[in-house]
Structures are given as C-alpha cells and as structure tokens.
C-alpha cells in the first residue's frame, strides 16, 4: 500500500521546486493545483457549478472563466471564497483519490497542497506532512523577484494563508529551503531516503516531527539549525 505524504508550504517557500526534486527522483506526484486549473480550463468539469454561483460576469466573451476577474471576486467578497471552495473541493478531492489508485504498488509518493492544513479533507488524504519553510524576509523577496508585487501586496497575500506558526505545529517533517537548488535537491534525496526506508517502520505512524532539514543535519526534535 502506497504511504502518501502531503507536501505544502507558504507563497514564496520554493514547494514547487521541491516537488520537482521528488518528482526526478521517480516519486509519484499528485498537483492539487494542476487539478484544480485543469477543472476550470474550457469545458472543465467546475465552469457550470462556478458559472451558477458567480454569474456570466466571470467569464470572458468567448466563455472562458476569466480567473483575474474571479480571484478580484473572491477577495472583495469573503463569503465568496467559502462558496468557490465549497464548490471546488469535492471536485479536487474526487481527482486527488482517482489518481492516487494509480500508484499501488509504489511505496510512497507526494501530494502538493497548499491548502492543506487548512481543510482537515485534505489531511485525511495524508500520511504525514511535509513543510518547504523559510522566514518571511525570504518569501517577500522571492515573490517580489519573480512577480513584480510590491512589498504590501505580498504581505497581504501572506496574511491570507495560515500562518507559519501554525504551518509548522501540523508539521511531521520541516525542510528549510532558505539556500540554493543544489542545497535544496541534496535535502530532498535526504528525505528521499528517509521516506524510503521509514515507511516500512514504526516510525512511519508517529505523527509528531521526526526530523527536520536544515542546513546540514537532521534532528530528533524536528527543529533546524
């Protein structure tokens, strides 16, 4: 039976980058994210349900869900956000278990949710939980490199998703992705192992932090240094 370990992170972090690792190291990968546009691309399976809640005025003249217009939605009306994840998490969750009945003989694999620790549907999916974390200095310089936003809007957008604190405290395993792509997939063929061997362990089942990547080593008490 395929071990499934949820990996998540906060804006800017680099989870992507790490799932990328995983993912050229021959580890099933499932992309919440990648379902989810998929689900709102033409003729996706959301556009009627997204289409009857939010009306025409989100979709461009061709019919196409017009996301800009949708995310501004979301933000200016909170209990919109509650009506679009209520739409859109059955959906994803539907997906997410499809496609991990494709994997059974692998022994374990990756499901990248950033919403994660916020919807406990996703959590039940999980064995345990990996955090990609890096100080908030790093996530606002990060996004402001690739994106343009100023240093305000970022710092919205962070005040939107749980916090580090909490991201951390739900954490099994922490990985601090605060250095370079080389230090990144030498911490991920780490945990690669890691994950490799523990799964047929009782270590396996303690969901507490077992181990945390820092900047050289692992420790017993899940924190870096």
Not at 43 to 66: C, H, M, W, Y
Not at 78 to 97: A, D, T
Not at 138 to 143: D, E, G, K, M, Y
Request: net charge positive; hydrophobic share 45%.
């Amino acid at each position: 039976m395929t071990a499934w370990i949820g990996l998540t992170g906060g804006i800017g972090s680099g989870k992507s980058l790490a799932a990328a690792e995983f993912v050229r190291l021959g580890v099933p990968h499932i992309d919440a994210d990648a379902i989810s546009r998929n689900l709102t691309a033409d003729n996706g399976k959301a556009l009627p349900a997204i289409r009857s809640a939010f009306g025409d005025e989100v979709f461009d003249t061709q019919g196409r869900l017009d996301r800009e217009v949708l995310r501004d939605f979301v933000f200016r009306r909170p209990q919109s956000k509650e009506i679009l994840e209520g739409l859109m998490f059955p959906l994803i969750l539907e997906e997410i278990r499809f496609q991990q009945n494709q994997y059974p003989q692998a022994v374990y694999g990756i499901i990248d949710v950033p919403l994660l620790i916020e919807n406990p549907q996703f959590l039940a999916l999980v064995d345990r939980v990996l955090v990609i974390d890096v100080a908030e200095e790093v996530q606002i310089r990060r996004v402001r490199q690739r994106s343009g936003l100023d240093e305000s809007e970022i710092r919205r957008i962070i005040r939107t998703q749980i916090s580090r604190r909490d991201r951390l405290l739900h954490a099994d395993d922490v990985l601090v992705n605060e250095g370079s792509a080389g230090e990144l997939a030498a911490k991920i063929g780490r945990l690669h192992r890691f994950y490799s061997n523990a799964v047929k362990t009782v270590l396996w089942k303690k969901r507490k932090p077992l181990f945390a990547v820092g900047s050289a080593v692992w420790q017993d008490n899940g924190r870096c240094t």
